[in-house]
C-alpha cells in the first residue's frame, strides 16, 4: 500500500479536510480560495478527464505528485518543481522564550497578505488560514513572522507559509514559531511534515535542526488540458 504522504492533497481532501474538497471520483480539488491543489488517484486517461471537468475555466491542475508520470494525450506539462517532502523523526519539545505570538485568523487577512507578498513563501489564498492553525510575531503593530498548517492527512500535519520579514531574519523567529506547532501537534498525536525546494538550503538547515528529515523526493506539477490552453491564446 501507497504510503499516504506519497499523494497527501489526495489523502487530505479525502480525510481531514474533506470539507473543503471540489470533485469526486478519480480526481478532486480544493476550493480556489482555500488553495490551488488537485490530485489524482492515479495518472490514468481516466483520472484526467474527470481532473479536467473539474478544473476552473483557464486554469491549470497543480499536483504534488512523487514521481513525474507520462501524461495522457490532451494535456501538457507547465512546470515541475522538484520538492523534497521532509518528515519530523524527533523532536525534543523544547521550546524557547520568546517575543508574544499571535494566533492569526480571516481577521488579520490583511497583514498576512502584505508578509506573503514580501517573502513568497508559496500558494497562499484568501481562506487559507482556514486549513489549520496560524501563528504570528508583531513588531510595531506590524506581522514579521509567521508559520502555519496546511494538508492534514490522518496522523501528519504540513507545516506551512513559513516566512520571516527580510529586516528581522537571522532572530531564529521561524524556528521559534515551527516549534510552538510541532509541540501542539505532537500532544495531537500528529507528525509534523512540510516540503521545500532543495535549493533552499538554509531553510533545510534549520528544518534538520528542528528534527525534520527527508522522507521522498516530490513533484510540485501544473498541467494543463489542451483545450483550456487553445482556449487561453
Same mark, same amino acid.
Given at each position: 500500500m501507497d504510503h499516504p504522504l506519497d499523494n497527501p492533497i489526495w489523502h487530505a481532501l479525502h480525510g481531514p479536510h474533506r470539507a473543503f474538497a471540489i470533485g469526486s471520483g /478519480? +480526481? $478532486? %480539488? &480544493? +476550493?480556489? &480560495? $482555500?488553495? $490551488?491543489?488537485?490530485?489524482?488517484? &492515479?495518472? !490514468?486517461?481516466?483520472? %484526467?478527464?474527470?481532473?479536467?471537468? !473539474?478544473? #476552473?475555466? !483557464?486554469?491549470?491542475?497543480? /499536483? $504534488?505528485?512523487?514521481?513525474?508520470? #507520462? /501524461?495522457?494525450? !490532451?494535456w501538457i506539462a507547465l512546470k515541475d518543481v522538484p520538492l523534497l517532502q521532509m518528515v519530523a523523526a524527533r523532536f525534543d519539545g523544547e521550546v524557547p522564550e520568546g517575543p508574544p505570538i499571535a494566533t492569526l485568523g480571516l481577521q488579520n487577512l490583511g497583514v498576512v497578505s502584505s508578509l506573503v507578498e514580501r517573502t513568497q513563501p508559496g500558494p497562499f489564498g484568501p481562506r487559507t488560514m482556514t486549513m489549520g492553525r496560524y501563528l504570528g510575531v508583531f513588531e510595531g503593530g506590524e506581522l514579521v513572522a509567521m508559520a502555519g498548517e496546511r494538508l492534514r492527512v490522518s496522523g501528519y500535519v504540513e507545516l506551512s507559509a513559513v516566512c520571516t520579514d527580510p529586516r528581522v531574519r537571522g532572530r531564529g523567529l521561524a524556528a521559534y514559531l515551527m516549534r510552538h506547532l510541532m509541540r501542539t501537534a505532537v500532544a495531537r498525536g500528529e507528525t509534523p511534515f512540510l516540503h521545500v525546494v532543495p535549493e533552499n538550503v538554509g531553510a533545510i538547515a534549520i528544518y534538520r535542526r528542528l528534527g525534520f528529515e527527508v522522507r521522498a523526493d516530490m513533484h510540485y506539477l501544473w498541467r494543463r488540458p489542451v483545450e483550456a490552453s487553445a482556449t487561453r491564446r
Open positions: /478519480l +480526481a $478532486v %480539488h &480544493d +476550493a480556489r &480560495d $482555500v488553495a $490551488v491543489f488537485s490530485a489524482i488517484a &492515479d495518472p !490514468g486517461a481516466e483520472a %484526467h478527464q474527470e481532473l479536467a471537468r !473539474g478544473l #476552473p475555466a !483557464g486554469a491549470e491542475a497543480r /499536483l $504534488v505528485r512523487r514521481a513525474v508520470e #507520462p /501524461l495522457p494525450a !490532451g
